[in-house]
């Protein structure tokens, strides 16, 4: 989903697998009682559609102060217990309503006139007012969002200038975030060509000379992309729902961390590691994720986490840890925030066929869990 400034150019790709455990609680009678909750967190890891209804049964463990500590369901058993919940949008609103402007933007940072990747969609900024396309955005009325991309009439096609609208969500101004696990659940149609929805990560500060980490890596980006096409013109393809490209990027997408490999500019080799130590290499990188039955992911619910810190990049389908960066050399040290979108067509997935559309994807919550001290 990356923009680069200079030639709006874009890497993109797949690969993966792993596993990793954290937990460092001093006391046995805490270890205990935290493995029953990692238990009960693996009975919702396979039924993912329960999470959101087992929020409401979380887990009260006691602490050794006696302290009620609630382990949410949805945190993957390997991610740190002592983070809490700081950000939420389960999207439960009427239909007709728009999104909350308290919490998203409607726009990319760089703004609905200016075409990346070469994407065919028209990003309706509908809470400054757009109307310049459809609204993209509206609520079933079962606490799930609706993102929808369709064509645009001609009247909109000459406005507008692409053929497509869709719609963008941000968190830019309310959801920077350092170090967390952010997890959205989501849904999306099969078989429809040139989609490109996705859940990524991009860093606070675009076009910022505050854009710089505490390891220098400047405009970095951590994606779960949702494609399906018959593959553009420089990436592959085609692109088959049974398997998600992840990816990290940074420099602007100059350095990219994918299913084809870790490049930076020019083709140049990049040499890392996932955190089981799997080198990352020019030729081995990560993703993409498949599930273990091999079934297609669009179609269904699942969950799509990433666990970010200054140290690591890890990328977690349905609660399972499933490919990582372990290298704080590379990985982002600045804020970043959560966005979902459905873009279509470009150098990605290829052309769409217009009977396909229009499509929507459904989002059913997302959701920031950060530690206690910051
Ligand atoms: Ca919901």
Redesign the pocket.
């Known amino acids: 989903m990356k923009k680069n400034v200079l030639g709006f150019n874009i890497f993109i790709l797949l690969v993966f697998f792993i596993f990793s455990s954290c937990s460092d609680n001093s006391s046995e009678e805490f270890k205990n009682d935290l493995a029953l909750g990692n238990m009960e967190q693996d009975s919702v890891v396979n039924n993912p559609d329960n999470g959101?209804e087992q929020d409401s049964v979380a887990n009260n463990l006691d602490t050794p102060d006696n302290e009620p500590v609630i382990l949410d369901p949805r945190l993957p058993a390997d991610v740190d217990s002592t983070y809490v919940l700081t950000f939420e949008d389960?999207?439960?609103q009427l239909p007709g309503t728009l999104p909350n402007a308290d919490k998203w933007q409607s726009k990319l940072p760089w703004g609905p006139s200016v075409t990346i990747n070469n994407e065919r969609q028209y990003y309706t900024d509908v809470l400054n007012g757009d109307h310049n396309a459809p609204n993209p955005f509206d609520f079933d009325g079962n606490?799930?969002l609706i993102i929808t991309a369709g064509l645009n009439s001609p009247a909109q096609v000459e406005t507008t200038g692409l053929d497509y609208y869709s719609g963008v969500l941000t968190g830019a101004q309310s959801t920077p975030y350092k170090d967390g696990y952010i997890e959205a659940k989501i849904w999306y149609e099969p078989g429809v060509a040139g989609f490109w929805g996705a859940f990524w990560l991009l860093h606070r500060y675009y076009d910022s000379p505050q854009d710089t980490g505490a390891n220098g890596k400047r405009r970095t980006e951590i994606d779960w992309e949702f494609v399906r096409g018959p593959g553009g013109e420089f990436l592959g393809g085609p692109y088959d729902t049974d398997r998600i490209p992840v990816a990290y990027h940074y420099d602007d997408g100059q350095w990219s961390i994918s299913g084809g490999g870790f490049k930076g500019p020019n083709g140049s080799p990049g040499l890392s590691v996932q955190c089981d130590g799997t080198v990352i290499n020019n030729n081995k990188g990560v993703g993409p994720v498949k599930q273990p039955s091999g079934e297609d992911l669009a179609g269904a619910w699942h969950r799509y986490g990433v666990w970010k810190t200054d140290n690591f990049v890890k990328w977690y389908l349905d609660g399972i840890l499933v490919a990582s960066v372990c290298d704080p050399a590379i990985v982002s040290q600045i804020e970043m925030y959560p966005i979902v979108n459905i873009a279509i067509g470009g150098n990605f997935p290829g052309p769409p066929n217009p009977e396909d559309y229009p499509t929507s994807m459904l989002v059913?919550?997302i959701s920031l869990w950060e530690p206690t001290v910051k």
């Open positions: 959101m389960d999207f439960n606490s799930n059913d919550y």
